[in-house]
């Protein structure tokens, strides 16, 4: 298995296309595990103080319209 040293090396030398191709593609893997995570915690409860949060702004009357 190629170390990360070999790895950085390697994506230096790529040619702007291919570079490009992978950086788009290294983006979008990491988007991909951010969604999981975020669906993950609203699953599992850990966002609920946010819903609680912004449902106590309402009621006060402190929410701005987007």
Do not use: C, H, Y
Request: hydrophobic content about 40%; aromatic content about 10%.
């Amino acid at each position: 298995m190629l170390k990360v040293a070999e790895i950085m090396t390697a994506i230096e030398d790529l040619p702007e296309k291919d570079f490009v191709r992978l950086r788009e593609w290294f983006s979008e893997k990491d988007w991909q595990k951010w969604d999981r995570q975020i669906e993950a915690d609203s699953e599992s409860g850990r966002l609920d103080f946010l819903i609680k949060e912004a449902l106590n702004e309402k009621n006060k009357g402190q929410l701005k319209e987007l």
